[in-house]
């Protein structure tokens, strides 16, 4: 059974950080890419940062480039995204999943409230 428990939302003022964690269990997880996927209100979940299984390729939204980093230990089954500089319109529901995004994979996800 395939479970993707995702941690480290919170609320915080504009111009701080946070660092999210994904621990899986049930995948491949060192072969697969994963990815973390934002809802803001009103918006359709999207993907906004990946990580192959090797870290040889990573891509990030242009959004978010320069500020959040994408991250993997392999030893743990667990991904990860440092977000910096944290804008308003940062605030979301942040999910991860592997990439494509399977839909029986989503996990509760976590909020991220960024306050101007």
């Known amino acids: 059974q395939v479970q993707l428990v995702e941690s480290g939302g919170d609320w915080v003022q504009a111009g701080g950080s946070l660092r999210l964690s994904c621990a899986t269990s049930g995948i491949l997880f060192r072969i697969v890419t994963m990815a973390w996927y934002r809802q803001g209100p009103g918006k359709e979940r999207a993907l906004i940062a990946s990580?192959?299984?090797?870290?040889?390729?990573?891509y990030y939204v242009e959004s978010v480039k320069g500020r959040f980093t994408i991250s993997r230990d392999n030893a743990k089954n667990t991904v990860y995204l440092q977000m910096n500089s944290l804008k308003p319109e940062d605030t979301a529901v942040y999910y991860c999943?592997?990439?494509?995004?399977?839909?029986?994979?989503w996990g509760q996800g976590t909020q991220v409230t960024v306050s101007a």
């Open positions: 999943n592997v990439r494509p995004a399977r839909e029986g994979f």
């Open positions: 990580i192959e299984g090797t870290r040889s390729s990573i």
